[in-house]
């Protein structure tokens, strides 16, 4: 690990927020769900430890939704990427999400890459509340960002879908040759494993899928058995000790 990496890695999502350095893990329950709740129950782990430097931010598709784009048509500076990626949203969301703030991974020439984005008061929000506690943010992403590039090797590169679960929303990923190549969120009510189980459905039925490829799962907080998914292998990746391990990549 580069010196200069993150010490510090924080986790936000509408009900729990978490903070990690080394062995050092804090979680709260955010008393009235949502980015405020949150960005307080935030200020209090931090006031209550010694953590001062640098952070990466991970957040839930509830507060930076992820989108999948197809690649440009030509290669673009990163500026012109910017851009290119912004009148992309606008055809999609309106004129509004313009202003959004926006994170992309790089992706082979020709291929499908995946967008982050985040409303530009609530960074700057989170920002001053991490500045009140002497942190720096170097990096703030989406959870698909953060645990697609940690676990991307370990997919492979056959047909799969990589699945996201929080509390209240699915995240589906369909890969192919170890790519991108669909993206679907849905809500998610009580029954998660029942809620997977239609989306998997739709969305191979859309793919033409001819033989139903592995999952992989990753959840944070929800502790279904996934296992009943059935008619497919199903690999559910380490949820690890605590509720948002899997954002903090522990």
Do not use: C
């Amino acid at each position: 690990m580069s010196l200069l990496s993150p010490s510090i890695r924080i986790a936000l999502t509408p009900g729990r927020v978490a903070v990690a350095a080394g062995r050092d893990h804090r979680e709260a329950v955010v008393a009235v769900p949502g980015w405020a709740g949150a960005l307080e129950a935030l200020s209090g782990l931090l006031a209550g430890s010694a953590l001062r430097g640098r952070a990466s931010v991970t957040l839930s598709h509830h507060f930076s939704p992820v989108h999948l784009l197809a690649s440009p048509p030509v290669a673009l500076k990163p500026l012109e990427m910017q851009g290119w990626i912004r009148d992309t949203l606008a055809k999609q969301f309106g004129e509004a999400s313009r202003d959004w703030q926006v994170s992309w991974q790089a992706e082979a020439p020709g291929e499908p890459f995946l967008v982050g984005s985040l409303e530009p008061a609530q960074l700057a929000e989170l920002q001053g509340v991490l500045r009140a506690a002497s942190i720096r943010p170097v990096e703030v992403q989406p959870w698909l960002a953060a645990a697609w590039n940690r676990q991307r090797r370990r997919l492979g590169r056959g047909r799969a879908w990589y699945v996201l679960a929080e509390p209240g929303r699915l995240t589906l990923l369909r890969l192919e040759d170890g790519r991108a190549r669909s993206l679907r969120t849905a809500p998610l009510q009580d029954d998660a494993v029942s809620a997977l189980a239609g989306l998997l459905t739709r969305e191979a039925l859309l793919a033409g899928e001819d033989a139903p490829a592995p999952v992989w799962i990753e959840s944070a907080v929800l502790r279904p058995d996934w296992q009943e998914l059935g008619g497919r292998s199903v690999h559910v990746l380490p949820p690890g000790r605590e509720a948002l391990s899997a954002l903090l990549g522990d």
